[in-house]
């Protein structure tokens, strides 16, 4: 089971990002997935959760309007474009997966290395 | 907005047992998560719906959740359980994260 996250790298302020996680080794349309960020030297911060069909996405407050979370399942892909970049979202982004099958709503027991965004001019 | 208090270190001695604790309001009726990240790595689940510890977790892991107040136990505690410490849950379609806890083992 793994998860591959890529497409980070420096952006400046204003500009878009659209961050890539190949997943392998398990069913992967049965799991919700997760986009968790953290800035460099601080905690983890939740951005955005799909559902397995991806007819479900939920955003953290900080990204809404501005991050587009969605899948392919017929490519083991998960994506989050990342618009209006700002200074304060440069972090590494891990892509994580859910638990239980089907659950939304539900711990992350598989994490990706993570890709680091920096949002700089 | 909800939010989880973590204390943000913790020290124990080799072989003693490391309790840390995560409060929330009514964090009880909620199921908390316990995430471990060591300096550079990602960060691996420990403990989910509250006690379960899953796959290639040592045993020495365990997890509570009453109250308010949510706790990770860690017993015969090793160096190697040095790491930051994240508790999780989930409120209104929000994954909520504490802001860690780093536990230094000496």
């Known amino acids: 089971v793994q998860l591959v996250e890529s497409g980070g790298g420096l952006v400046q302020p204003g500009g878009s990002l659209r961050l890539s996680c190949a997943a392998s080794?398990?069913?992967?349309?049965?799991?919700?997935i997760t986009w968790v960020r953290q800035a460099p030297g601080k905690g983890l911060e939740w951005v955005s959760l799909i559902s397995g069909s991806g007819v479900n996405t939920y955003y953290a407050e900080s990204v809404k309007g501005r991050f587009t979370i969605s899948r392919d399942n017929s490519r083991n892909s998960l994506f989050l474009q990342m618009n209006s970049l700002r200074a304060e979202d440069t972090a590494v982004y891990y892509c994580a997966k859910g638990t239980v099958p089907v659950a939304l709503f539900d711990a992350f027991d598989i994490w990706g290395q993570g890709t680091m965004v920096t949002v700089s001019s | 907005s909800y939010e989880l208090i973590q204390p943000p270190s913790e020290t124990v001695s080799p072989g003693q047992t490391a309790r840390i604790s995560c409060s929330g309001d009514?964090?009880?009726?909620?199921?908390a998560s316990w995430y471990q990240q060591k300096p550079g790595q990602s960060p691996v689940l420990v403990i989910y719906?509250?006690?379960k510890r899953p796959s290639g977790i040592p045993e020495r892991f365990s997890g509570s959740n009453s109250g308010n107040t949510a706790t990770l136990t860690i017993s015969g505690t090793q160096v190697m359980d040095e790491a930051d410490y994240y508790c999780q849950a989930w409120d209104s379609s929000t994954a909520i994260f504490g802001g860690g806890t780093k536990l230094t083992v000496l």
């Open positions: 009514e964090l009880g009726i909620k199921h």
């Open positions: 719906h509250n006690d």
């Open positions: 080794g398990f069913t992967f349309p049965t799991y919700a």
